[in-house]
């Protein structure tokens, strides 16, 4: 199945100002991702969907594939949608979304998103890690449950699911999922996300995979057993990575 992997990238993030260009490894951040993402052959046009010239200019200098989007969109989501509706964009029977952040981001965890579209039924797939209680009182960890059938029930930053009696704790503990922010979508359940109103639900918790749940959409969610690696959000986190950089290459090559 013909798959556009899109990545969207804005420069105006706050917490790390200018994180698309900080260099890991010596390289802008964006670049890196784009490398990983191709690097797992996973989709036959990767793309970085930007709302910055900058960003642009370095991703074509590193001799990637970039796209200027409408700098008022409210999401990543909306940015991938507008590339993927563009007429030299069509045709793909799916479409992946990885952060701008994730240079780390697990080949398993995106052909699992995938796979929810392209093999088992789902209209909206993502990805999922087995991970420890530790996670659950931790709010910028997103935590996802599921339905027997695979299809997430709830995102939220709260502990989920919660313990209420303790000699449940090992199958609760059986169930803590970290969600990764990995999405794919067919190319009508994307554009119809985006034309969803915005749901109150996804406005309180700020997670934008609430609206397409609370409308009735089902997104199914694969699960690996692989060590949460964290986006890049802060300069500790970029400190981080940057240290951490060699290793991976090496194991992950």
Not at 22 to 48: D, F, Q
Not at 217 to 223: D, Y
């Amino acid at each position: 199945m013909r798959t556009l992997a899109v990545i969207p990238a804005r420069l105006g993030a706050t917490r790390l100002p200018r994180k698309p260009l900080r260099l890991l490894a010596g390289v802008p951040l964006i670049v890196r991702v784009l490398e990983r993402v191709e690097s797992l052959r996973v989709a036959e046009r990767c793309i970085v969907a930007t709302d910055s010239r900058e960003i642009l200019e370095a991703v074509k200098r590193a001799g990637g594939e970039a796209m200027l989007t409408d700098a008022t969109h409210p999401s990543g989501t909306d940015r991938v949608a507008e590339v993927a509706s563009r007429a030299d964009c069509r045709g793909f029977r799916a479409i992946v979304n990885v952060q701008g952040d994730e240079p780390f981001v697990s080949g398993s965890a995106v052909r699992g998103a995938l796979a929810q579209v392209t093999e088992e039924g789902f209209e909206l797939g993502t990805a999922a890690l087995r991970a420890g209680p530790d996670v659950l009182p931790r709010p910028d960890v997103v935590k996802v449950v599921t339905a027997d059938d695979g299809a997430a029930m709830y995102f939220s930053r709260a502990p989920i699911p919660f313990l209420r009696d303790g000699s449940d704790a090992a199958d609760r503990n059986a169930r803590v999922l970290h969600h990764v922010g990995v999405y794919a979508y067919t190319p009508d359940a994307l554009a119809r996300w985006v034309a969803l109103p915005v749901h109150p639900l996804e406005r309180i918790e700020r997670l934008e995979q609430l609206r397409p749940l609370a409308h009735g959409m089902r997104m199914g969610v694969a699960i690996t057993d692989e060590t949460a690696r964290s986006g890049i959000d802060t300069e500790q986190d970029l400190e981080l990575a940057n240290s951490q950089w060699a290793t991976f290459t090496t194991t992950e090559s």
